[in-house]
């Protein structure tokens, strides 16, 4: 009996972990206007007003409507966004795509038929406002342990 309550613990000790990298979803038919944080990834098939931050990767699916800031490691826009983007890894935007706004990005991808109307600035020495953004709360955590 001890052995299968040290399986549950490892089993439980792992399902939180996963919890932590999680993948949140604003839904077609759905509509947010506020800001947006999370440290997971984020999939956007409804529309968003607002700012979207994320430590992950944002996914604008093909029914996906952004309008404001996008904030993120990597990201795959599918449909149609209008904002200020800034990536800190790579952004993709998809044949379906429609992006008008700046784009501030180390890579860039954009397959045949997507639509970008806009400046792009593609900078490593650069820091973008997300990678200062993340910096600065890391520097507040530390402080926060000491």
Do not use: W, Y
């Not at 430590?55 to 990201?75: L, P, S």
């Not at 983007?85 to 501030?104: D, H, N, Q």
């Not at 400046?119 to 200062?132: L, P, Y």
Request: proline share 1%.
């Amino acid at each position: 009996m001890a052995s299968n309550k040290k399986k549950d613990n490892k089993k439980m000790a792992k399902n939180s972990e996963t919890d932590h990298a999680s993948i949140n979803l604003i839904g077609a038919g759905t509509t947010i206007k506020g800001e947006v944080n999370s440290s997971g990834d984020i999939r956007i098939d409804g529309t968003l007003i607002g700012p979207v931050t994320s430590k992950g990767k944002i996914i604008v699916g093909n029914t996906g409507f952004v309008e404001g800031e996008i904030a993120c490691q990597n990201a795959d826009i599918f449909g149609k966004v209008d904002a200020k983007v800034e990536v800190e890894e790579l952004l993709s935007l998809k044949s379906t795509a429609k992006l008008s706004g700046e784009i501030s990005s180390d890579k860039l991808s954009i397959e045949p038929g997507a639509v970008f109307t806009g400046t792009c600035t593609m900078d490593k020495d650069k820091s973008s406002h997300f990678v200062q953004k993340q910096k600065e709360e890391k520097k507040l955590q530390e402080e926060e342990i000491k």
